[in-house]
């Protein structure tokens, strides 16, 4: 591939004598295949060059940056002209505006009693026209639905977005079709935790859910067959600090606890079972080789299983290790 660059010449002997021609840029056929991609830099300026040759490939890199500096976050807030950013969880990206349900003037005067009746219905008339039929209406109470389920379980606003991304796809698919609102909400937060690697168990999500488990698991499935969502296994060590906190564990037993999941796990044991149940039952194993014993019931009501179940996997582990009890 060819294409016209311009190569600027500076000869010493040239500047020295005072030749005009020494500024001069010679337009030159070069092929770009022929050139060393190792040899290729960019400046601090912008500009793309050929180190050997001195060939400028791409020069006037436009800067999308704002025209202002700003050296700490107060500076910033001052200059900035724009607003927040866009975003999924809201069913217009959050680019309509809101009328603040402070009664007061631009100085922070209290209004008038007439203007307060006035700023009253222009708000609810304001959340009207938010959305302008049925669809956007039942957009807004699902992604709402997901804000106040993400903010019960205290996970970031990263799985947020990702959970709002997943059920606008969901809608675009139209697998809402047959199913309730809340219960599709639910398994698309379902998915985004998973997704992000923020481990919260079905029976946690069924918990803030106003869905029955079952359902959400069902409904889970679908949704992650349909739009083709890749979700590996669940790590069982992802939910073991969480669970060792609520129990007051010390690092020495979440490190045990690990070390008996990554060993067990290595033996073929975790294959089929449940990531909760298994870091539940590594974490009581843990807990009685480091003597900060706690029984069955507590890890069992920590982390949402039986006790048989503990019982069951805490046997399996113990003899995976070698450990005589």
């Not at 025209?67 to 910033?76: G, I, L, M, P, V």
């Not at 698309?188 to 923020?198: F, P, T």
């Not at 669970?243 to 990554?262: C, G, M, R, T």
């Amino acid at each position: 591939m060819k294409r016209p660059t311009r190569q600027r010449e500076r000869e010493h002997d040239r500047t020295r004598w005072g030749d005009e021609s020494a500024d001069d840029e010679a337009e030159t056929d070069i092929d770009l295949d022929d050139l060393d991609s190792d040899e290729v830099v960019r400046t601090a300026d912008g500009e793309l060059i050929h180190e050997e040759t001195g060939i400028v490939l791409e020069e006037e890199r436009i800067d999308p940056g704002p025209e202002w500096r700003a050296f700490n976050h107060s500076e910033r807030q001052e200059k900035s002209r724009v607003g927040a950013p866009t975003t999924k969880t809201m069913h217009d990206k959050g680019l309509t505006t809101t009328i603040d349900w402070k009664d007061k003037d631009a100085y922070g005067r209290s209004i008038s009693s007439r203007k307060r009746s006035q700023m009253h219905r222009l708000r609810k008339w304001q959340e009207r026209i938010r959305t302008k039929d049925a669809g956007e209406r039942n957009l807004q109470f699902a992604l709402s639905e997901v804000d106040r389920m993400a903010s019960a379980l205290g996970v970031p606003r990263s799985v947020r977005e990702v959970a709002s991304v997943i059920y606008r796809r969901a809608l675009d698919e139209d697998l809402i079709r047959g199913r309730s609102i809340e219960g599709v909400a639910t398994a698309c937060l379902y998915a985004a935790c998973r997704k992000e690697g923020i481990p919260r168990s079905l029976e946690e999500i069924a918990e803030v859910s106003r869905v029955e488990r079952k359902e959400i698991g069902r409904t889970y499935r679908y949704v992650s067959q349909e739009l083709g969502l890749e979700m590996r296994p669940v790590d069982p060590k992802k939910y073991v600090p969480r669970f060792s906190s609520e129990l007051d564990l010390s690092k020495e037993v979440q490190s045990k606890a690990n070390e008996i999941i990554e060993t067990t796990a290595e033996q073929g044991l975790l294959s089929g079972k449940s990531p909760t149940g298994y870091a539940a039952a590594a974490i009581y194993a843990a807990s009685l080789l480091c003597n900060e014993k706690k029984t069955q019931r507590e890890v069992a009501d920590v982390a949402q299983v039986t006790e048989v179940t503990i019982r069951n996997r805490y046997q399996e582990q113990i003899e995976a290790m070698g450990i005589h009890t």
